[in-house]
């Protein structure tokens, strides 16, 4: 079984930061692209954030400057810095990633989703 585990999230006021992390574990052969995404009220789902396994990352135009993603592929964990963070960042921030349980088999996974609240 493989799970995505994410934390980090919580309460903070506008300009504060927040670090998050999604761990995924289980039986992983390795894990591919991580990316972190959040539904605003009324919108679709969007991207926030995402990684390859090589290191390679992209951001939605919202959030550039003040979103950092990392992973660490030793740990098969992903992180996001959340710097001079927004009112409108609140929602609640889901991770998933490519993850092979065996060469050549690849499954998307979802993690559960953290809490990101930003006060005025």
């Known amino acids: 079984q493989v799970d995505l585990v994410e934390s980090g999230g919580g309460l903070v006021q506008a300009g504060g930061s927040l670090r998050l992390s999604c761990a995924a574990t289980?039986?992983?052969?390795?894990?591919?692209?991580m990316g972190w995404y959040r539904q605003p009220p009324g919108k679709q789902r969007e991207l926030v954030a995402s990684i390859t396994s090589g290191g390679d990352t992209d951001y939605a135009e919202s959030v550039k400057g003040r979103f950092t993603v990392s992973r660490d592929n030793a740990k098969n964990t992903m992180y996001l810095q959340m710097n001079s963070l927004k009112v409108e960042d609140t929602d609640v921030y889901h991770c998933?990633?490519?993850?092979?349980?065996?060469?050549?088999?690849?499954?998307?996974?979802w993690g559960q989703g953290t809490q990101v609240t930003v006060s005025s």
């Open positions: 289980g039986n992983i052969h390795s894990v591919n692209d």
């Open positions: 998933a990633a490519e993850i092979q349980l065996r060469p050549g088999v690849l499954t998307d996974y």
